[in-house]
């Protein structure tokens, strides 16, 4: 079975420009949670969406902003980008509330 | 503001020994606590979790205890190996979102 993949692995972006990273959740899985997690940090709770809504999310700024499609796949859009979004982003992925599986990440650098 | 406080921020253990990391929650919501494991570069992965019902979970040479009124709750690795060597998360959860400490890097000497 096929565990949560995320892409692309890495991206490079300019200052001000757009990021948009992509996750599929383990099959049968219906909710997905993105964490940002920068260099020395632990894991900063991004976004929460579950049967294609959004159920909660964390302290950051607008500009962070996402959506879940009805495969359940998400996406998670960064506007604007500044120098201080630089980080590795992990998504997982779980059924009810269950066991949370993580994906490898997006290791975003921002230029 | 940090809701699952978690200690040390790192140890070194000598192979064959003991490492404990501790972790406390004041959310009495929480009902649900893994413990992840993630090497550098790669993301965290799941390595044991406990509900509030029970207060010891052993899986191989990793053992969680819980205390649930004292809010406090512990990873134990037993004969702690090389391969070990990584940073271990706690985690807490409730309806809303999964809380995790700030990490423990555990470096085991051979």
């Known amino acids: 079975e096929a565990g949560v993949t995320q892409s692309p692995t890495h991206l490079i972006k300019t200052r001000g420009q757009q990021a948009t990273l992509r996750c599929s959740p383990i099959s049968g899985h219906t909710s997905v949670y993105w964490y940002q997690q920068a260099l020395g940090l632990g894991l ?10 959004e159920r909660n999310r964390g302290n950051f700024p ?28 992990l998504c997982a992925s779980s059924f009810n509330r269950g066991k949370a599986f993580f994906g490898q990440g997006t290791r975003l650098t921002v230029v | 503001q940090q ?22 929650y004041e959310n009495t919501a929480f009902d649900y606590f893994p413990w992840y494991q993630q090497f550098p570069g790669k993301g965290p992965a799941l390595l044991i979790a406990i509900r509030p019902d029970v207060s010891e979970k052993k899986e191989g040479r990793f053992t969680i205890s819980f205390n649930k009124s004292a809010k406090q709750f512990s990873l134990h690795i037993m004969d702690s190996q090389p391969g070990d060597s990584a940073t271990y998360f706690c985690a807490a959860s409730d309806d809303y979102k999964l809380s995790f400490g700030a990490g423990t890097t555990v470096t085991v000497r051979a």
């Open chain 2, 3 to 24: 809701q699952v406080k978690q200690s040390p921020q790192s140890l070194i253990v000598q192979k064959g020994g003991i490492s404990i990391i501790n972790c406390a």
């Open chain 1, 62 to 89: 607008p500009r962070f902003s996402g959506r879940q499609f009805p495969n359940y796949s998400s996406e998670l859009n960064v506007n604007a980008l500044e120098l201080e979004d630089s980080a590795l982003y």
């Open chain 1, 44 to 53: 900063q709770f991004l976004l929460w969406y579950d049967e294609g809504e």
